[in-house]
Every structure is written in C-alpha cells, then in structure tokens.
C-alpha cells in the first residue's frame, strides 16, 4: 500500500477516492507532471513547478500552487523511497457535471500525487531503438495534459515491433518521441527541434542546451528532418525517465556505435546530478 497525495491531505491510495465526474475522467482534462528522484531527493522541482503553473495557465486551470512545492519530498518520505523514484503529480479542472463549457468558477481543482521507486530499464544504457510515427497529436504539444492516446498508441506500436521509442514526425521533422525530446548530430553540432506548440519544453531538454552552450558543444535549435538521419552521426533521447539515453536505431538502420558527443553530454548529466541531489 502507498501513501499518496489527494486535495490537501497525504492518506493510503486504497482511500483515494474521487468522483466518476472528475473533468480527468470524463474528458482527460487536465495535466500533470514527472520529476525525478535521486539519493531520495526530488531533481530540478522548481523547473517541473514552473512548467506546471504554466501549463495550468495555458488550460485555465486555476489551482493554487505554492502548497504542493512539499508534496513531492513528502512523498518520497512517507513512502520510504530513499533512492532513484519518480513522483507523479496530476491537476485536472475538478468534478462538475458532464458538460463540454468549463465547470464554474468556484469548482476546486482535483490534485493528484504519486511517489514509486524507480528502476531504469538497464537495455537503456546499451542505446535506445527507436521508429518514426506520423505525429497525429493535437496542435498544443506544449502542454503537459494528461490526455495522451496518440503518445500511448505510437509507444505501444514501438513496443510491438520491438523497439524503445517512437519518433514523432510532423510535416518532415522529427519533433520529439512519445516521452521524450530528441537530438541528433550533424558534422559534430548538436540539433533539436525549435520550442513550439508542436513539442513539449522538456526539462531535461533544457539542461541538455544548457550544458552544451556552457562547454563549448555547438547546438543549435533547428529542425532535424526524417530524411537526414541517414546523415546523423548520432542520436539521443533527453527526459526526466531517460536521462540521456543514445540512440542506437532508426527504423531498424543502425546509428555508428561510437557517439563522442552523446557520451559527453551524458557526463556533464550526471554531474548535474550529483551536484543537486548529493
Ligand atoms: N516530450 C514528451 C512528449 C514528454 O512526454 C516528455 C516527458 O514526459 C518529454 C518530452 C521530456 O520532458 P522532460 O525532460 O521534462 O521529462
């Protein structure tokens, strides 16, 4: 039994309960957020709070913030998870009446937490397979919402061809994967598609451009067509489950098996890391 998070209170998941009505359950109207735990301390939290009262913003969700900043640590606490653990937290615009107009305003927001141990999947580490999905999502891939069946459909399509991640293309370009942001290098640059409505501002993302433009590694946010990864000296996936994870495979055709770059940006990752939570 875990202790999770419901509306104020920290209480076991076996007495979380909300209403059928919830505007997440009847419409997947709302949005949530992932950050990673590690030596049992929550990586970047300000980061993943800012992008969720954005996102909140951009839905019209209007739920009050500052008191969940000490949901994730207590989380982790309550639940004993003292090592690598990630903490889901979810808002959606609270249980109204099936209506497709917003709920009124008085209407509280219903706010979700979650804390699991987390152990990576080690075939990660060895390089991620990835395929190409025609991108069908929404227009607002910027927002963090938790109505995700195109994501689900394409990673469940990945995984029964047997490969990690699926690409996601929209009008020739590779926008990102199913939970993930992507990168790849070209004549030792590295690219990632522009912030836009079509990809989510990764968190990890940002760190990753960060990290580049502090130690000298030439990126640029630019967009990566499908038709040049033939071309890509390497490739690799950024996100708050993956870390940074190299890319083995496109479609079946293999990227060269040294990835300098990749490799680099992987340490200087991990410096990060230690530097936040140890
Ligand atoms: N893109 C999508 C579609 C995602 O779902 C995620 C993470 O869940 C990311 C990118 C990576 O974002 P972050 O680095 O903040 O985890």
Not at 103 to 125: I, K, M
Not at 215 to 234: N, S, Y
Not at 261 to 274: K, M, N, P, S, W
Request: net charge negative.
């Amino acid at each position: 039994m875990a202790t999770v998070y419901l509306n104020g209170q920290f209480l076991p998941d076996t007495q979380a309960l909300i209403s059928p009505l919830d505007r997440g359950f009847t419409y997947g109207d709302g949005v949530y957020e992932v950050i990673r735990a590690y030596n049992g301390k929550p990586f970047l939290p300000d980061e993943h709070f800012g992008r969720l009262a954005d996102c909140c913003a951009k839905m019209r969700i209007g739920a009050y913030l500052s008191p969940l900043h000490e949901v994730p640590a207590r989380l982790l606490e309550a639940n004993g998870l003292t090592g690598d653990a990630l903490i889901y937290l979810q808002i959606t615009r609270g249980t109204a009446p099936r209506s497709h107009v917003f709920p009124p305003p008085e209407t509280h927001p219903t706010v979700f937490g979650l804390a699991w141990q987390f152990n990576p999947n080690p075939a990660w580490a060895q390089g991620m397979t990835t395929i190409l999905e025609p991108d069908v999502r929404w227009s607002r891939c910027d927002i963090k919402v938790t109505s995700l069946i195109p994501n689900s459909f394409s990673a469940q399509r990945a995984k029964e061809l047997g490969a990690h991640e699926g690409l996601f293309v929209r009008d020739g370009v590779v926008q990102e994967a199913t939970l993930s942001n992507f990168f790849a290098v070209f004549g030792g640059e590295v690219r990632t598609a522009p912030l836009s409505n079509y990809i989510l501002p990764g968190i990890t993302r940002a760190v990753v451009l960060d990290l580049c433009r502090e130690h000298g590694i030439p990126c640029r946010e630019t967009p990566v067509f499908a038709t040049e990864l033939h071309q890509a000296e390497e490739a690799f996936l950024t996100s708050t489950v993956y870390d940074v994870a190299s890319i083995k495979s496109v479609e079946g055709r293999p990227l060269p098996a040294e990835h300098p770059v990749t490799d680099r940006i992987v340490a200087l990752f991990r410096e990060v890391v230690r530097r936040e939570c140890w």
